[in-house]
Every structure is written in structure tokens, then in C-alpha cells.
């Protein structure tokens, strides 16, 4: 099966998810982001890339965050963005999701920026609008169930490339609900693509998937030992859903065994960076003092999250 | 009465039905539309017509689709867009409906598109405005009620246009609930005006209104009589609410009668388009076989309708 | 202690309430609006000022009247605007206020518009950003709890200073509900900063507060007393929980009270203009004929407000 994600020529034509994806793309994706991060210090913050363009934020699930990040990335490339709140929309009156893709293509949409609820639901899109003949629309993924998260997956690759340069030499660690984490998914995949020496994940056995050996993952229970001489520390946001389930304890007993604290970090590298794609339960997956201390790159990552979208927008739309 | 569409000179000033409208104006926002066609095939697809104007988007109704159509429209004519979401405003804080618009003319609005469950609702703003000397602020027209939708209309105007070049020859079948549809008025009134040959009208005697003779129209019960050699079949959308009262026995039993099946839409001539306003209820009134066979030309209704939105929005400003 | 609303040269760098502001700050912000009126009136309604900066309006108390004034002052600075209604965004995951704030500058935000029910919430979020070193990042209260609404105040001083010229020779009454207005508190100070001769409250005592003396304010409770000679007459708006609650008999005790008549205008100087921040309880506060009246200068009210906000805006990011 070809990769639905790059064109007859190898080239991105959706992003959604980093499996499949060529290394050269991977570090295509960075280096544009790159070359974006300056004009956010520009007195215009403001490129023509996208002029006249219009980008669709399609949010069957609701994320305020991720879409002001996409929202503020596609503005600052002079697209003209329209906000859907699907949930309120036509899905609600009967349409099915096809037939109100069909509509806003049938109204010259260049690009759909889409979260939904569903696993693999950009992809359903991806291949109606090929099968359509639609391929000059393109489709992001900004998060599908518990499946991938593409564009935060790169940002992560974004900030660990920015602070350590190469990824040959790095131990990186995922900590926490690695089971419901489409980050933690996106992240594993790309790491290993771009060939970081060890990738471990660490978390209760209730919170991760059976899958990992087969991936080329170590897992580790005890985050005392996981944490380890680990080069990049990434903390997961634990779902407050879980704490009330039957998955774990409690917030409490969670934070004594998988929360950061200076003292476990310690174990970790002394110029090991921390991350969290946010936003942040202090007190339970991390303690204050790490999420605002010397080693945390946390907000970085939203700085590069910005470029990094531009970049996939601006290289989607250049083919 | 004069029309309180048109200014002393004749001019279009505002858009709230398509009743009363001059033969030349409905053509001549059809051919303002033919020349908006081509810019959403441009690498820009923007004009600056509406550079530095305010359109207020007022929705005292919830309809994204409708919205989003007139938020890409404004956009692409470069105007400034503001979504007023009005149940959540200040008429919810006890203000009058005219106290907001007062409000908002005051800040120097240029465009009311206005949505509203009661009818007349548009009427009522135009007519404040000129009491209150606002000629420069123009109001469209985006459903008000059962009485009329005039973008509606006109957009099905343009597509018949496009795919019969002329009205004279044309025999036309809209088939569902008239009786609750501002859609099947605004067509039946612009058919009319433009010299359509026959207009029928099929549905069953609940969902027919009983004023349809005196407008000229043909009333059909059978929709397998009234089809036959008809040129273009407009079908309307079954609302929801309709099937769970006492209009009709089931939504089965409304797809066997009136629902349109490609056994029946053969009995109209082979060359027949078939339309809908959307959102369709697939196998309610209408067969996916129809909705997707090639007769079908509802995705192009839906870009006619940027055309004519912007036609209809640069046309008022023009004045 | 050092006033934050102003760098270390003295330029205004947030807006978070009138006092503590220097009168020729005052007026070099009434005189900056004065500029921008006149770009209404214009064919483009649009200045490049805040080209490619990126305006967020947090709203965490939702009102569309205000934010729609911000969102149409900083369109016609050219800005990118921003809306998010935090209480459906991160704070609702359990992400602090500061987080959030944190997350929005990474993203390189240049100004926040903040609404807040919280007294201090802008003040927080600009000492935090102090803190951060964030200088060059904007906060403009656009209302917090009972505190203060200083653009109201601002765009009130422009609507008095528009009619009268100057402030020395008036007196002024504000009349109602004092005690829970942010509005009357902004207007008080900036009279005063002003140099008005008198300021006067009327309302019952119910709805006064106790420290008007210690402001240089006259006290009323009378109102045929108090507008006796005034030259401008400010209303405000009561609110209906007001009414439900134990500090009010009724809405029609209300009005026969300190609802403004024209029979109660007539006491005030024959030139006296009424104003009033909407949005208006006619029938409660005041009555249609006075609202509607020659006297009545509240619709040019929201006109200065829009040019008041550009003027805010244009001041802010020029530090």
C-alpha cells in the first residue's frame, strides 16, 4: 500500500502521523521550521505564503489550545482560517462527515486542519479527497484518538534537535500514561526514524501498551532506574479520567512513584532536558520546581510548535 | 409601499427576499457572480473589494454551514469578519434586537448577514436603518424563518443557469416539505420571475402550503406523475423534527413516496440535474445512488454560492 | 511602589485601570482617539499600525459587546486577532491561569485584552509578565470584577471632553448602581484625574459604597437633588440579579426612583448630555424618551469607544 501521505513524486501532501514518513522529510520539516522560527521576532510577524489560502481548523473534539496554535500559525502566513466547531455543526443535523468535507472542498478549502475523537479519521479524509480527485487539498492531523499527533511529534523532534543537535548519541525517556498518549506514539515513532540510540518508556503497567518490545522500546517500572543517564526527560500529561478509574491509585501515590521532582531528574544526565507537551497537572505527573526550573524546555517547545506548524502548512502547500 | 430592497435610483441596498426584485437585478447579481467564478481558481483567491469594511455575521440562529459560507465569501472580498453568536449577547442581557443593531452601526458596520428564526427579522433591521438615515449599511438576508433565503434562491438560480443556459424552456419539480421551506419560496418566486415555463411543486398535502395555486404553481401529490419531463428536480431537506410529529408516518415511509430514487428521477428527462440545498438525509429524501450519480450537481451548487454570496455582498457595497 | 502600568520612562506599557495615571497620559490617549475617529469615516477603515501582531482576547468572563469593540479596534489596526474563551480551554483541564499565560507568550503574543470576573486578574497576568521579562508584551483590562474598566472610563472622558471641551467648569452625577459597577469606579477617577468640578453619586444606599467620601464625591440619594445644575448625566446599567436580590424593592420602585425621566432631566442644565455604557434597561434605569432624546449622546458613545481602543492599542505597542 502506497503511503497516503506523500504524492507520486515522494513529496508531503498530508501529514497524519510520522509513521511512513522518510527521514529526509522529517528533517525537511525541521529545517523550514527553522528558517520560520526568526520572523516571530520580526517587527511583522507576518509572511505571504499563504495568502489567499483557506485553511479549515476542523475540531470534532474541542481543543483551544492546539487550534490557537494552528490558528496563529496559518494567520502568520497570511491565510485566511475559519474556525468550524463541528460538534454545533451539519455532523449534528444528520450530515455524514464525508458529505461535509465534500462541502467545504466544493467551496475551494485549501487545507483542513483536523482533531477528531477517532482514530484514523484524517486518514478517512485523506482518501475521500484522492478518491475525489482532490489533490490539490491538503489534511493535517492535529490529533486523532489515541492515535497520532503528528505535529507535536515534531515539535518534540524540533526542541530535542535544538538543545542536543544530533539524535545518534541521545537516551531519551517517555514517562507516564504512554497507553492513552498519542504524543508518546508519535514521539516513539519519530525518534526512532531519526535514529536516537535508546528510546525508553516508564509507567505503570496498567498505563502501557503490550506492543512496546516490538517497537525496539525498553520499559521500565521504576522511574528511579529508567531515568537513568537519560539525555531528554519527556513527561506525559496524565488524563484526569484516568485518576478516577480503575487504572491508578490515585494523583498522590501516581506523583510519589512517576511525578518529576529535582531529586528523580537527578539520576538523569546533568544537562538533560525536560519536556511536557502541556498543558501541565503540577503536582502530579511533575513538581513546580523541575516545570520551572533550569532544565525544563516546556515553553520552548510551544515557541518551536508554532514554526514547526508553519512549516508542514507552508511545505503542504507549496506542492 | 416602495421596495425597501432597492434605493431611490433602483439600486439593490439590501437583500431580504427575492420577491419584489426586478428581473435585471436577479441577472444582474448572476452575472456579478460568473465573474467571482474564476478567483477561487486563482493562486490568491482574494479580491479587495471589501478591503477595510466590517461585515457582521449575526446569527440569531445557529447555522454554521450557512455562516461559514458567508465568512469565506466576506473574506475573500478582503472585508474585516465579525461572528456575533447573538443568543450569547446582549439580548440575552435584556437588550432590544434594534438596541444591538444600533450598537453595531454605531461602530461603523458595513454588512448585516443576518440569520433569525422569526420572519421579518431582516425586514425590521433595513427598516430601522433607513428610519435612523443608515444608507450606507446594507443587510442580507440569510434565512429568516419559513419566509425566504434568498442566497438559496439565487445560488439555484445560477446553477440552473449554468447547466440550461435559459429559464423559458425549463419545467422544474421541487419535491418535500414546502409547507416549513424558505428555500422552496425564494426558488418558486425566482423561477417565476425569471420565466420558467412550469414550476411544480410535489409533496404530500401536509407538507404543501395552500396558497401554491395562486402563485401559479402546479401542485402534484405523485411524485412519479409530477416528475415526468421535468428539466430540473430540486429536492428539499426533511427536517428532523418533521418525521417525529404528526406530518408524516416515518422517514421509511417518506423515502418510499418522496424520496428520490434513481427508478424515479428516470422519469424525468435524461438530461435532468438533480439539486439540493444541503445538508442531505441520505436515504430519507434522497437515494445516495442520486446524490452521487452524475445528474446529481449539488457540490456545484454549493460553489456557485461563494460566487453569488460574493456577487451579492460586493454589489450592496458598490451602492 | 513603582506603578506598573508605566515603564521606566514613564510611557504607558498596560492599561489596567485609570488610576494611578498622569493627567497628560490621560489626555495624550483622548488625543490619540481623536486621530483615529476619523479612519471610519474612510473608504478603507484601516490603519497598518499593528500589522502582523498577534491581539489575544482572553475572555474569561464571557461578553460579546466588549470583546466585538476590541476585536473591530485591533482589525482596524491591522492586527491578528485572536479570540479564546477560556472557560472551555485549558483552565478547564486544570492548567493555571499563569500557564496559560506562559503558553500564549511562547507563541510570541504582543497584547493581551483581558476580561476577567476576578478584581486584579490583569494585574496578576502583568506582574507575572514582568516578572518573565516579557516587556514588550501587553495587558488592557477590558473589565475585572467590580475593579475597574478603564477604556469604558476613557472613552466616557472622551465623550464628556467631545461635548463639553473642558472638564474644569462640570459637574457631573453618576447615577445607580455604584456599588457593583467597575464602570462608575473608572469614571470617578478619571473625572477627578481631570480636574471636574464636581462629582456627584446618586442611587439608593442599598447600592452605594461606603468610602465616596474619602473620593471627593458628593452623595445623593435624592436624585432630584442631585442632577440640580448638572452638566452631564451618566447612567448605569442595574443589573437584573440586582433586582431578585434583598438591596432592591423592584424593578418599578426602581425606576419611579432613579429611573432618568425627562421630567428628571429637566432639572439638570437645559445643555446637560445623559450617557450611558449600555447595554440600556429602558423602562428601568431610563426611559425610552430620554434614551432616544436629543440629550442622549449613548450610540456616539460606542463610536468614541472604537477609536479609544485603537488609541490604547497603538499607544501600547508603540512603547
Redesign the interface.
Known sequence: MPNPQLNANGELTHLLAIDGLPRETLLHILDTAASFLGI???????VPLL????VFNLFFE?S??TR??F??AA??LSA?V?N???N???TA????LL??I???????ADMFVVRHAASGAPYLIAEHLSRMGHNDIHVVNAGDGRHAHPTQGLLDMYTIRHYKQRFEPLTVAIVGDILHSRVARSDITALIALGAREVRVIGPQTLLPTDLASMGVKVYHDMRVGLRDCDVVIMLRLQ?ERMDGALLPSAGEYFKHYGLTPEKLALAKPDAIVMHP?????GVEIDSAVADGTQAVI?????F??AVRMAVMSILAGN
Chains 1, 2, 3 share one sequence.
Open positions: 516571530a521576532d520580526r517587527e511583522v510577524k507576518k495568502r489567499g489560502k483557506s474541542n483551544t489550545r490557537t496554535t490558528e496563529i494567520k502568520r485566511d475559519i468550524l466547531d463541528i454545533k455543526s451539519s443535523k444528520g450530515e455524514t458529505d461535509t465534500d462541502n467545504l472542498c466544493a467551496m475551494h484526569n502541556g498543558p501541565m497537572n503540577r515553553l520552548n517547545q510551544v515557541t510548535g508554532i
